[in-house]
């Protein structure tokens, strides 16, 4: 994207955004922010510290738990990226008619560390 923007300016010398001295990023910015939008960054960080090593474990853990094989295991984990791929749009337009995007952020919370605690408390299937 880069690349493509110097390209653009180049060509188009008045495409070039001015920005002023009060519009730059300063990061005595970062003071003003809101408590709300810290407890959303700090959701979204715990989330994927979570979610991608979890992830990343998933399919050892279905192979030696429940006996499938590696690519039996690869397209069980594979679901969840295809349902979110299928519904996100859905999921976005409706909380953007809705609102109510904390309570929409809990619940997916609440959800999530129900899906992993049940998938590590369900008994092997393993003799």
Not at 64 to 68: C, D, I, P
Not at 92 to 96: I, L, R, S
């Given at each position: 994207m880069v690349i493509l923007n110097r390209k653009a300016e180049k060509s188009d010398p008045s495409s070039k955004v001015k920005l002023t001295e009060e519009e730059?990023?300063?990061f005595s910015d970062i003071a003003q922010f809101k408590l709300p939008f810290w407890f959303l960054t700090g959701s979204c960080i715990f989330t994927y510290m979570s979610v991608f090593p979890y992830y990343q474990l998933a399919s050892k853990m279905i192979q030696?738990?429940?006996?499938?094989n590696e690519d039996q295991a690869g397209k069980l984990i594979a679901i969840p990226y295809y349902i979110s791929a299928g519904f996100s749009p859905l999921f976005?337009?409706?909380?953007?008619k809705i609102g109510r995007r904390v309570i929409f952020i809990t619940i997916s919370s609440i959800i999530?560390?129900?899906a992993f605690s049940?998938?590590?408390l369900m008994p092997s299937c393993i003799d």
């Open positions: 730059k990023f300063k030696m738990k429940y006996g499938f976005g337009f409706t909380v953007d999530l560390i129900s049940l998938s590590m």
